[in-house]
């Protein structure tokens, strides 16, 4: 993650205001930013594994292994996976336009919008995982998706830096938040397919961008609300929180991290608040539900 470090805490300091935050006025007429209660629920659930997981009716025909496998075909489209990684790297109207190769190139144990597309089950994900030509594609299919945002992949650790073309690919990113849905996929499908370790450096850029260079703004609200939690060890979330908060601006306006501390409190210091889970709506709800920019398929692509 040392390639996307600031040089100094002035640089972040420079940016203040974010136009994707989602603010509510109250009646003093200052603004309030709230938490998404779906994505915390959603997020929640994919981190523990999706408690209460009911596999699919369907027969388990290992179709994202087989995908993978260069065997079968794409659904609709009838396009294998060796013709997008060696065809379309590069061809950014392609890959921005067309809505249905996502779905097979980050698959999940969730139903996205491509309903020929098959969800993952245990069993598959524990043969793809032992499967090294699969492993392979996808993270080829990874840096194809990077080159796309104008990002490389550096090593095998899955550190991450700006690739030559980034001005020109931020620019369309920072403007095109359909996308946002996509790298929430991304980084969910690297967790499932055994490559959790990839998840915090690109977070990390992505933060830094966001945040401290303003050379992605819009994506701000999206990589604190989502990508920070499909991370599913604690300690890195929580790193990647107090880089955030270290530099979030206005401070007493960030919402992300640990709950409050007291008990009953409505919000902990810098204006927190504590996070919501299946648990705390079975007691009796979310008081601090609010409408995300987002939507309920935000979290599938």
């Known amino acids: ?15 203040t205001t974010f136009a994707s935050t989602v ?3 109250d009646s003093k007429s200052s603004t309030k930013m709230k938490r998404s209660f779906y994505a915390a629920k959603d997020l929640y659930k994919y981190r523990h594994s999706y408690p209460n997981y009911k596999a699919p009716r369907l027969p388990n025909d290992y179709r994202n292994l087989r995908f993978y496998l260069n065997k079968i075909p794409l659904i609709p489209d009838g396009i294998f996976i060796e013709e997008i990684l060696t065809k379309w790297r590069g061809n950014y109207d392609k890959l921005e336009h067309n809505h249905t ?3 097979w190139l980050f698959p999940l ?5 491509n309903f020929y597309a098959q969800e993952l089950t245990q069993e598959e994900i524990k043969e793809f995982q032992s499967t090294r030509e699969a492993k392979r594609r996808f993270l080829l299919a990874y840096t194809l998706m990077l080159d796309f945002y104008g ?13 030559s073309n980034w001005q020109e690919r931020f620019q369309h990113l920072n403007e095109s938040q359909h996308n946002y849905l996509r790298i929430t996929r991304i980084l969910k499908s690297l967790g499932e397919l055994g490559f959790e370790a990839f998840k915090a450096p690109l977070v990390r850029l992505l933060l830094d961008e966001a945040l401290c260079r303003g050379t992605l703004p819009n994506m701000l609200h999206s990589t604190l609300e989502y ?4 991370i599913r060890l604690r300690s890195h979330r929580r790193s990647l929180l107090r880089y955030a908060r270290q530099h979030y601006q206005p401070a007493n306006t960030f919402l992300w991290g640990p709950p409050a501390r007291r008990r009953g409190a409505e919000a902990g210091p810098g204006g927190r608040v504590a996070e919501p889970t299946p648990e705390r709506e079975r007691r009796g709800g979310d008081p601090h539900r609010a409408r995300s920019p987002l939507t309920k398929k ?3 692509g």
């Open 151 to 163: 990002i490389k992949l550096l090593d095998k650790s899955g550190n991450v830096a700006r690739a």
């Open 101 to 103: 190769y996502i779905q």
């Open 1 to 15: 993650m040392a390639a996307t470090q600031v040089n100094s805490m002035e640089e972040c300091m420079s940016v």
């Open 109 to 113: 144990r969730e139903q996205g919008l």
């Open 23 to 25: 603010f509510l006025s």
């Open 227 to 230: 990508y920070v939690y499909t």
């Open 298 to 300: 935000d979290s599938v």
